[in-house]
């Protein structure tokens, strides 16, 4: 059976502002009008600041790649997310953000990936494992998956570890309880006026914290006894800034650790599920899959991942048909100029993977999976800028090359074993808070090869 992939209905026509706050706080995508998909550049206006989203090759490059500081992450972005990630990377701008990053890049260069490779093989195989015949909503296992991969290669530790499930459930009822957006995302606010964030969301975010505080400090106690294990933790909490010599204290860690698990496991959880869902319903791409996967796990090697290639191509196609960041967020440092257009400073410019991964003028048949369209020689000579799962320029992602080795790999590790298939009348919507979802989860039928 096969399907097109499912694409969220787009609002009709005009909306007033409060309309789309409350559709937006809702689902991200659905709250988008259908022109956005073709558009080059669009703006939106409120009372308290204005927004453009950009979806030219240009001018995404110019905001992302060639003047970076120019536009920084915006700030009504992170009011939403700071009871977690405090001061992590994933927030921060300027010299802090150029710091965090010099410490942490050096984690995730290529020759790293070799030694973690163990680990994501470990927790692709128990991810198999634990899975069972019949209807399973395969989010929840894929988030469970993805959890134990940033576990056993952060502080070696299974996700059945007491600390790791701890976080690991904490984190799932702090999605529950946290929007994306608050008000503050919304409406200008004084630094010192409360964020009104719930008293769940408050509560979650210093659970995680503490939890992962108490990781960190083991840690350090163990980097300055000689035991510490060799993995990403290690790597980070000993590497110093090249240009300060100083190392993360402890306390910057956890924010540390709080953005690589939402970020590493998040995203990865929900490409997995999604790919899994795209399989099952396109039967000869599964088929393919799983023939690579069968061969790679009789003799699973890191130098092996290079051989599932039409796995790839799958993964790479299901992240640009549901890029697990939907938009991004930059802020106007100074007045600027797009398509004629004055922006002025202080202005919200909205990068959206989403839109651009759709968008007609760039792709063919835009709307359907077609894992071959990887191997086009025009596609390989489309602008980067149209391609966008893991960001570009200096705010690339630092674990995109993780995450395409953590992703073809845990597909074969779950295919090579397991055949899914839709269940009918059960298909899922997608919908955006953090990352792309399902609005009801992804419901697979299961059955052994």
């Known amino acids: 059976m096969t399907r097109e992939p499912p694409k969220p209905r787009s609002r009709a026509g005009r909306v007033s502002l409060w309309r789309y706050?409350?559709?937006?706080?809702?689902?991200?995508?659905?709250?988008?009008?259908?022109?956005?998909?073709?558009?080059?550049?669009?703006?939106?206006?409120?009372?308290?600041?204005?927004s453009y989203l950009v979806n030219e090759p240009d001018l995404i490059r110019d905001v992302l790649s060639a003047r970076p500081l120019d536009f920084p992450k915006s700030e009504r972005i992170g009011e939403g997310l700071r009871p977690l990630l405090g001061r992590s990377v994933f927030l921060t701008n300027g010299a802090v953000w150029q710091r965090q990053r010099r410490i942490i890049d050096p984690a995730f260069e290529g020759g790293r990936l070799r030694d973690t490779f163990p680990a994501m093989l470990a927790a692709g195989r128990a991810a198999a494992d634990r899975l069972h015949p019949g209807v399973v909503e395969v989010e929840a296992a894929t988030s469970h998956a993805a959890a134990d991969v940033i576990f056993r290669t952060l502080f070696s530790l299974p996700i059945e570890d007491e600390t790791a499930s701890r976080v690991f459930a904490r984190f799932r009822a702090h999605q529950r309880a946290q929007p994306i957006l608050n008000l503050a995302a919304f409406v200008p606010l004084p630094r010192w006026m409360p964020r009104f964030h719930s008293r769940r969301t408050r509560r979650t975010a210093r659970d995680i914290r503490g939890l992962i505080a108490g990781l960190a400090e083991d840690r350090q106690r163990r980097i300055a006894a000689g035991t510490a294990p060799d993995d990403l933790a290690t790597k980070i909490m000993t590497t110093r800034d090249p240009e300060t010599g100083e190392t993360f204290s402890t306390a910057e860690m956890v924010d540390q650790v709080a953005i690589f698990f939402l970020a590493g496991h998040e995203t990865s959880a929900s490409a997995l599920a999604w790919a899994l869902y795209l399989v099952a319903t396109h039967p000869e791409a599964q088929d393919r899959v799983a023939a690579e996967a069968v061969a790679f796990m009789a003799d699973p090697r890191f130098s092996g991942l290079s051989e599932l290639r039409f796995t790839r191509d799958v993964f790479r196609e299901t992240l640009r048909l549901y890029p697990p960041v939907p938009m991004m967020v930059r802020e106007t440092m100074q007045p600027e100029r797009f398509r004629n257009r004055e922006v002025p400073r202080g202005a919200q410019v909205v990068v959206s993977p989403w839109h651009m991964h759709r968008n007609p003028?760039?792709?063919?048949?835009?709307?359907?999976?077609?894992?071959?369209?990887?191997?086009?020689?025009?596609?390989?000579?489309?602008?980067?800028?149209?391609?966008l799962p893991f960001s570009q320029g200096a705010r690339v992602c630092p674990g995109a090359g993780f995450a395409m080795a953590e992703g073809p790999l845990l597909l074969a590790c779950l295919l090579s074993r397991w055949h899914v298939a839709p269940v009918e009348g059960q298909v899922p919507v997608p919908v955006a808070h953090l990352t792309v979802r399902a609005r009801d989860g992804i419901r697979l039928r299961l059955s052994p090869r």
Do not use: H, N
Not at 363 to 375: G, H, K, L, V, Y
């Open 361 to 387: 003028r760039v792709w063919t048949r835009p709307d359907a999976f077609d894992p071959e369209r990887w191997r086009d020689p025009e596609l390989k000579a489309c602008p980067r800028e149209t391609y």
């Open 21 to 50: 706050l409350r559709l937006f706080r809702a689902d991200i995508l659905s709250a988008q009008p259908e022109r956005l998909y073709g558009a080059r550049m669009a703006e939106f206006r409120t009372p308290f600041f204005r």
